[in-house]
């Protein structure tokens, strides 16, 4: 699992609440990402970091930020959730020499905004 | 229309079938090209990962990639019921803008 822990694995929240999940990894690598995984869409990059305080955004950034101020940590934030942000949440780094096609993905956090 | 698009299924064969897994795609730019499998309340696993065209083997499995058709595949041979699960087509132009399908779900029937 290249050492890939996510936090917390659920969690209901309710609208206009602030929620932030978690990535941790454990072996030092420079590239993490977001994606979020929705019936009929597949997985849909949120943002990514290539590095301690380095991020961009992705496909679906909007109503998300994120932060990375260790190596080992990237967290998501949604700062007002809405019930469209209901989805399952997948972290991931890159292994490969080639960054983002050799990707290793976490367990996921599953989200539901009621 | 999507990027990227990926029959959702569901396939299910019997026990030792070849198995066929297609996605089309509309962006001629793309030249990375992954197959994922996921299982059911898991996070997506790397199977298989080419650049550019052509095949490439790896046991059971076969990716092929035709960018003239825009079009890739992901074949598995002598499928065995540990082969259940959905599997997910990404490709990429730049190495951090990869682009999903929307899964293919498989079930290999004993």
């Known amino acids: 699992d290249a050492g890939i822990t996510q936090s917390p694995r659920h969690k209901v929240t309710e609208t206009g609440t602030p929620v932030t999940l978690r990535c941790h990894q454990t072996e030092n690598h420079r590239y993490m990402y977001w994606y979020r995984q929705d019936p009929g869409h597949g997985l849909r990059l949120i943002h990514y970091?290539?590095?301690?305080?380095?991020?961009d955004k992705g496909e679906v950034s909007d109503g998300y930020s994120v932060s990375r101020s260790k190596t080992e940590d990237f967290l998501l934030t949604l700062e007002s959730a809405t019930s469209s942000q209901t989805s399952v949440y997948f972290c991931a780094i890159s292994v490969g020499h080639l960054v983002n096609t050799e990707a290793f993905f976490g367990q996921g956090t599953r989200l539901t905004v009621v | 229309q999507k990027e990227v698009e990926q029959d959702p299924g569901p396939l299910s064969v019997p026990e030792g079938a070849i198995v066929s897994l297609n996605c089309t795609y509309s962006n001629s730019a793309f030249q990375y090209f992954m197959w994922y499998r996921q299982y059911s309340r898991k996070g997506p696993e790397l199977l298989m990962y080419?650049?550019?065209?052509g095949n490439k083997e790896d046991g059971r499995f076969t990716a092929q990639v035709d960018k003239s058709s825009k079009y890739i595949s992901l074949f598995i041979r002598d499928s065995q019921p540990s082969d259940s699960a959905t599997y997910l087509c990404a490709m990429s132009e730049t190495p951090n803008d990869m682009r999903f399908g929307a899964g293919t779900r498989l079930t290999v029937k004993p």
């Open positions: 080419t650049y550019s065209s």
């Open positions: 970091s290539y590095g301690v305080k380095d991020t």
